[in-house]
């Protein structure tokens, strides 16, 4: 789950992360009143879940009150595009109106989880900034990795050895140790897969403060952190994925026009794996979970048939917890409630695995059954394909 910037800088300040100061506001009005309360010269900042809103227009700064209400007046109400936001883009809501900082240098740093070594790892680099996925492309090297050992902590080399390479000496090099155990108290305390500041400044008079914030939340961990839950925001959330959520299904829109329903992730993996080894190519990523009934197995086909782009339904279900013949049954029901009207291709194989495939052959609906699924993939690939 992904939060809003102001919302990001709230958490980062109650741990004592400088950030600038300033109030996110949906009016014009508000705009001019803040920006007089912080001094006049401000940053008016639009609000929505995706990167590189500088380069949209997304980012305006203003002299004075007036200019901060005209830039509020532009930037809410308008439709963002970036990058990150795809090709419709997010409508501005809210606008963060916050003070200018005097800049004299800008960095990147972000704590998060790197899975091949199963450990916290720090990302910096000299160049923060709006271009430093760019910089990333082009040089490698100015990306700085620091491992976090469990139970220690960062050592104080490690600290010192990142200070040295972002160039940072006298009180902003002391003030990097502090900044990091707060970051990443902050990153274990939320539950954080992702906890950015680009870009972070060292400010003219020495201090480090978080210009930019980005705070990705661990979905499996949602449960214990009810204020950031309380959060959500589903206007930047893709619908069909919001309403996969709903129902509980797992749920992802791919390129391909195989649509795929399976229970494991894993199998899920593999199941798009061995449709591209077979030539085709999968519309989704959907693993409707062991315990599924003919609710979760109509909306996991409701979801799909929303892609026009789907010529036949793969259907991989492994009977372990969740058994052929409840699947089948469910299976029915579920077609008959989604009126799909492509064919589907079924494999089935465990628990209960014939009466499962009785129960199908048996009905009135045509399903094509196969509990091989190699076979079965590759009738899924030849209809998909037109040359079944």
């Not at 700085?144 to 080399?157: D, F, H, I, K, N």
């Not at 579920?334 to 465990?350: D, E, F, M, Y």
Request: hydrophobic share 45%; with cysteine.
């Amino acid at each position: 789950m992904k939060i809003h910037e102001y919302q990001a800088k709230e958490f980062l300040g109650e741990n004592g992360i400088a950030v600038p100061k300033g109030q996110a506001i949906s009016s014009a009005t508000d705009a001019r009143s803040i920006a007089r309360d912080l001094g006049g010269a401000v940053v008016v900042k639009a609000q929505v879940l995706a990167g590189g809103r500088g380069k949209a227009g997304g980012i305006k700064l203003a002299s004075t009150p007036k200019k901060a209400a005209e830039a509020a007046r532009t930037i809410l109400g308008s439709r963002l595009s970036t990058y990150q936001s795809g090709g419709t883009g997010y409508e501005v809501a809210t606008v963060l109106v916050e003070e200018q900082v005097p800049i004299a240098r800008e960095l990147y740093l972000a704590v998060t989880t790197d899975r091949a070594t199963a450990c916290e790892t720090v990302i910096a680099s000299a160049a923060g900034g709006m271009d430093i996925e760019e910089i990333a492309a082009k040089d490698p090297k100015a990306i700085l990795r620091e491992t976090v050992m469990p139970g220690a902590g960062l050592w104080p080399y490690q600290i010192r050895k990142l200070a040295a390479n972002l160039k940072l000496e006298r009180e902003p090099a002391r003030a990097l140790g502090a900044l990091l155990a707060r970051l990443l108290a902050c990153y274990r305390e939320l539950d954080c897969d992702l906890l950015e500041i680009n870009p972070l400044a060292v400010t003219t008079d020495g201090r480090l403060v978080a210009l930019d914030a980005k705070m990705n939340i661990e979905d499996n961990a949602l449960y214990r952190q009810p204020r950031i839950r309380d959060l959500a925001d589903d206007a930047g959330e893709d619908p069909v994925e919001a309403e996969a959520a709903r129902i509980g299904v797992s749920y992802v829109g791919m390129d391909g026009n195989i649509g795929c329903v399976v229970n494991g992730a894993g199998l899920a993996m593999t199941t798009m794996d061995i449709l591209h080894l077979l030539g085709g190519e999968a519309a989704n990523f959907l693993d409707v979970g062991g315990s599924a009934d003919a609710e979760r197995i109509a909306g996991a086909l409701k979801l799909i048939l929303t892609d026009p782009s789907v010529k036949v339904i793969f259907i991989n279900i492994f009977g372990g917890i969740l058994r052929c013949d409840i699947f089948a049954r469910g299976l029915l029901e579920a077609v008959r409630q989604s009126g799909a009207n492509v064919p589907l291709v079924v494999r089935l194989i465990g628990t209960n695995q014939e009466e499962g495939k009785r129960i199908l052959n048996s009905s009135r609906l045509s399903f094509t059954v196969d509990d091989d699924l190699e076979s079965a993939a590759a009738r899924a690939v030849a209809i998909a394909g037109g040359n079944a």
